[in-house]
């Protein structure tokens, strides 16, 4: 099993431009998430799916669209980037929603000049 | 909503010693309280948690320990060994929101030889 993948690894964007983050999960798992970590902030919830179908916001979701597309499949969208979006982004996916063990992808290092 | 604080932001401990890392949380719902290590460059991995119904739980050299009351729970290393190296965050969730972790910021731990 590859667990918890993510494309890109990095990225370089100007400001204003577009980009979707892909995330996709093999381990038949319900919820699914995207944080964003930052230097002395630690991982900070943007956006999650608790099962297939709802997606709701978590923390810091202003700047951030998500698609549910499958049960396997979790995207995450910057419609205009912001230098203030540059970070680490991790998606991640457990079993059920509830106090479940967290699987984490490798996450895609993202800067925006 | 919950607010996660931790302490110590760094930490140098030499190798054979122990290591305490002290988090405390704000919401008195919460009642899953995992606990993440990260090496560096690397993505967060679940190394223990543990449930409001417990107050202490060991795997080998790692255990953690809960005060509902005083709402804090610590994460203690015996006998550290040099891979024992990376940053701890320590993350709390309420219930019924779906798994939505709020982390701490993160302890960077040091063993030196």
């Known amino acids: 099993n590859a667990g918890v993948t993510q494309t890109p690894k990095f990225q370089v964007l100007k400001t204003g431009q577009s980009m979707t983050l892909q995330c996709a999960q093999d381990?038949?798992?319900?919820?699914m998430y995207w944080y964003r970590q930052d230097p002395g902030m630690g991982l900070r919830l943007i956006y999650y799916?608790?099962?297939?179908?709802?997606?709701d916001k978590g923390e810091v979701p202003n700047g951030y669209n998500v698609s549910r597309l499958n049960k396997r499949e979790f995207s995450l969208r910057l419609e205009s980037a912001a230098p203030s979006q540059t970070s680490v982004y991790f998606c991640?996916?457990?079993?059920?929603?509830?106090?479940?063990?967290?699987?984490f992808g490798p996450g895609t290092r993202l800067t925006v000049t | 909503g919950e607010n996660v604080e931790q302490h110590p932001s760094t930490l140098s401990v030499q190798e054979g010693d122990s290591a305490v890392i002290k988090c405390t949380y704000s919401?008195?719902?919460?009642?899953?309280f995992p606990w993440y290590k990260q090496e560096l460059g690397k993505r967060p991995q679940l190394i223990i948690d543990?449930?409001?119904?417990?107050g202490e739980k060991k795997d080998q050299r790692i255990a953690v320990t809960l005060n509902k009351t005083a709402k804090h729970f610590s994460l203690h290393i015996t006998e550290t060994q040099p891979e024992d190296s990376a940053v701890y965050f320590c993350?709390?969730?309420?219930?019924?929101?779906?798994?939505?972790?709020?982390f701490g910021t993160g302890t960077r731990l040091q063993v030196t030889l």
């Open positions: 381990m038949n798992h319900n919820s």
């Open positions: 799916s608790a099962s297939e179908g709802t997606t």
């Open positions: 543990i449930r409001s119904n417990v």
């Open positions: 991640a996916s457990s079993e059920v929603p509830e106090g479940s063990e967290q699987y």
């Open positions: 993350a709390a969730s309420i219930t019924g929101t779906a798994s939505k972790l709020t």
């Open positions: 919401d008195s719902a919460s009642n899953y």
